[in-house]
């Protein structure tokens, strides 16, 4: 996958952006603030999902636009597509979104038609933010791979809200405390279904993230990735699902709880509370790691979720370095650019004289939000 035309005008404060990128190596080059990372976010926002470094939806318009437009062509392996993206400053909340010309308006819709796999600095809350982070990084990889699961995490965060929803009415003598039970069942076997996709994509992404963080250290530090569930401190065998019993074993932790549940005014155990664990030579690394490991292993698991995605779906995602490549050395930008050299790839950086690669591609400069190709 890789894509052959891109413009915007009005996203954050790009002007008038028009390239061809190289479905290769592209370099995005300028001074700080002027529009590296908001070109990269733009290309982010036609996967369907939020900014990946942070920015609400409601910041997305510039100051002084009236409306932002993205159009992007991409050629999926198949055939080349074309996304619309637009939203006006008087109707924010109405985007206008169509795909090959056929109107959308649910970006959740994007999800499986352009995959992308974006870092950047602010991806080390996956290493030292809340276990949410992960669990987040955890649903939205498997999902990639299989987007009609979404459909699952939906659901399990709708129904957990109306449990907790319960509990509130039931504290109050609102309604009878038998009443949550009516949720756990329906809870049960959707959050059954989600453990078993989260054990099933870190299974196959562990390797990966190991063998990555092995090459890029030169083999001196041992990277551990698993996957804890909160209602299974021993995580079953798969192999032999049964999908009865797991779903009333989910049932029964939730009942055994439901009076630490009324006296916290929440669901206290369910995979809300999953983690995903991350060790260096067996200490986990958001207490003992050092900067340079933690970012190093936030790289890492963005690196192998791209490869997982190419290795299961047999086409690779579109790669988006956000700020990466220029504080690292000669030798671990060769070993990071190597992970990804067959998939097209955007990395953003001051100077193009810091990436010190042989590679030829395209070398871009931006400069207050407009774009133009360098020499």
Known sequence: MHI??????????LQHVLFYPDPKLNL???????????????????????????????????????YFQCCMKFHDDQRVQEIRYSVEKKQQKAKKISVNGVVSNKPANLFEIFQCVAFSPADLVLIDGSPE??????????CQLYPERMRYVNTAVHLLNQRNAGIQQA???????????????????????????????IRNLSPL???????????REKLEVSYRSAIFPDLPDFENFQENSFVQAYQNTLS???????????TLRGIHRDELHLAINRKPVHLFGSQGQKKTVALVLKLAQAHLYRKKLQ??????????????????????YNAVSDMQVFITL??????????????????????????
């Open 315 to 336: 086409r690779s995602p579109v790669i988006l370095l956000d700020d990466v490549m220029g504080e690292l050395d000669e030798q671990r930008q060769r070993l990071i």
């Open 28 to 66: 995005i080059t300028g001074n700080n603030a002027q529009g590296k990372t908001n070109l990269l976010d733009a290309i982010w926002l036609m996967t369907g999902c939020r900014s990946f470094h942070g920015i609400q939806e409601r910041h997305y318009l510039g100051f002084s636009a009236d």
């Open 350 to 375: 001051c100077h193009a004289s810091s990436l010190k690669l042989t590679e030829t591609g395209k070398i871009y400069r931006m400069q207050e939000g407009s774009l133009s190709e360098t020499d």
């Open 4 to 13: 052959t035309e891109f413009s915007a005008h009005g996203f954050r404060n």
């Open 171 to 201: 504290i109050k003598k609102k309604i009878r405390k038998q009443d949550i039970l009516l949720w756990d069942a329906q809870l049960a076997q959707v959050s059954i279904f989600l453990t078993r996709m989260r054990a099933d994509y």
């Open 133 to 142: 982070k992960r669990r987040s990084f955890m649903d939205l990889g498997a």
């Open 256 to 266: 055994e709880r439901l009076e630490d549940d009324f006296r916290l005014g929440y």
């Open 209 to 219: 993230c190991e063998e990555l963080y092995s090459l890029i250290t030169g083999g």
